[in-house]
């Protein structure tokens, strides 16, 4: 069996790790991560939740897949007592609109991820944290059994685990710097440094997958200098804040959780998700231009205080509390596409540079799999299962034809 280097150990590289090891021998299996805090990025700092029906037809299977894989993992595993999963209901405050423009492009214009919600909207009961005013109008988005929660870091944390016991090497903190190829231009190796002791490893291997969220292009770039191609993914920054407020407790948790979508401003649309364990989630600040930092542990020291106290803003307005225990801080960085949907594909050999090829599926190859904008933990087991599949040869559980790299 041909060994697999995969670029990032986020939950999308996690979860490819997670799903190739159940059909190969895991120690042909190997994650490469730079930060020197593991889920320092989306994979640690997103809202957690997950929606089976709200994607772009290109991503309807790829969405309703990862969904059903998420409720799968949960049952078998104890999702609910070690990451929190946890049937879901979504409530707007303010119209939700049928317009299906595309997910990425709301994010970044200030828009609302309500309209892409698939239920038809009904009055609903606001949950018992949500402070309400006279006028406001609470509505239903989501069909029962269609939306859930998970902590996004836990979750992670799992996936990552379970990949080791099972024999995947964590090369951690390391990071890629050259490829080799043998006397025929293929793909024969790839060199790992490691970022603590500058000691370098040379792996052989023949696939390789770049599934490092917003930096990928950047690892593209490393590992095929010669190539004149730029992989299409670009960041997207968001603060977001973790809250404690008594009015959602423990005791409140078996009615299931809630996803609150608002529009506060122009410009601003906060998201809000209580989650098991007591904490609620709010971010909706977000911005294509703050610059991506070197490594993901690095956005900790770009936390912008004007965001935060407005997020705080929001917090006070929605529960209604000025003493809410602030558990964390967060600015993190979403991978997105300018076609609002993610890559998952083989990138063609033309595209690595002059003399350098990789030997035919399922032998050899590189693949991307990132740009997954707001849906990075909804879509991350679905991704992982069919990017295994597309690496070993397999019939792929969805339909991914119109994610892929269009050259």
Not at 362 to 381: D, F, K, Q, R, T
């Amino acid at each position: 069996m041909t060994t697999t280097v995969i670029l990032g150990a986020g939950i999308i590289g996690t979860s490819t790790a997670y799903y190739l090891s159940k059909h190969q021998p895991a120690s042909n299996i190997h994650l490469v991560e730079p930060s020197p805090e593991l889920f320092a990025s989306a994979s640690g700092y997103a809202g957690g939740f997950l929606a089976k029906d709200w994607f772009s037809s290109a991503s309807a299977e790829l969405g309703a897949l990862s969904f059903e894989e998420h409720r799968k993992l949960a049952e078998k595993d104890g999702g609910a007592q070690k990451w929190g999963y946890a049937r879901s209901t979504s409530i707007s405050l303010s119209p939700a609109t049928k317009s299906k423009k595309r997910i990425d492009v709301w994010c970044r214009d200030g828009a609302s991820r309500a309209e892409a919600a698939n239920g038809d909207p009904s009055a609903g009961i606001a949950p018992p944290w949500l402070r309400r005013e006279e006028d406001d109008a609470v509505e239903v988005i989501s069909e029962e059994g269609t939306v859930a929660q998970v902590d996004p870091l836990q979750l992670s944390q799992y996936l990552l685990q379970k990949c080791i016991d099972a024999g995947v090497h964590l090369h951690h903190p390391a990071k890629a710097i050259s490829i080799q190829t043998d006397m025929r231009n293929e793909l024969s190796s790839i060199c790992i440094a490691d970022t603590q002791s500058s000691t370098e490893t040379d792996i052989p291997c023949t696939n390789v997958v770049i599934a490092a969220g917003a930096w990928s292009p950047q690892v593209f770039a490393t590992l095929f200098p010669t190539s004149k191609f730029k992989l299409p993914v670009s960041s997207l920054a968001g603060h977001s804040l973790v809250v404690k407020s008594p009015r959602w407790t423990r005791e409140h948790e078996g009615h299931g959780c809630h996803a609150v979508f608002m529009t506060s401003q122009p410009g601003y649309s906060p998201e809000i998700f209580s989650r098991m364990g007591g904490h609620i989630y709010i971010a909706g600040l977000n911005s294509a231009t703050e610059p991506l930092p070197g490594l993901a542990t690095d956005s900790k020291g770009r936390i912008a205080k004007s965001a935060i106290e407005k997020l705080r803003e929001t917090v006070r307005e929605v529960l209604g509390e000025d003493d809410l225990e602030v558990v964390r801080e967060g600015l993190c960085f979403r991978p997105v596409t300018d076609r609002g949907t993610p890559f998952l594909s083989r990138i063609p050999d033309r595209c690595l540079g002059p003399a350098v090829s990789t030997r035919p599926a399922p032998e050899g190859g590189v693949y991307l799999a990132a740009g997954h904008g707001p849906w990075g933990i909804s879509m991350s087991l679905g991704t992982g299962k069919v990017m295994a599949e597309m690496i070993q040869g397999r019939e792929l559980s969805a339909d991914v034809s119109g994610l892929a790299l269009k050259i």
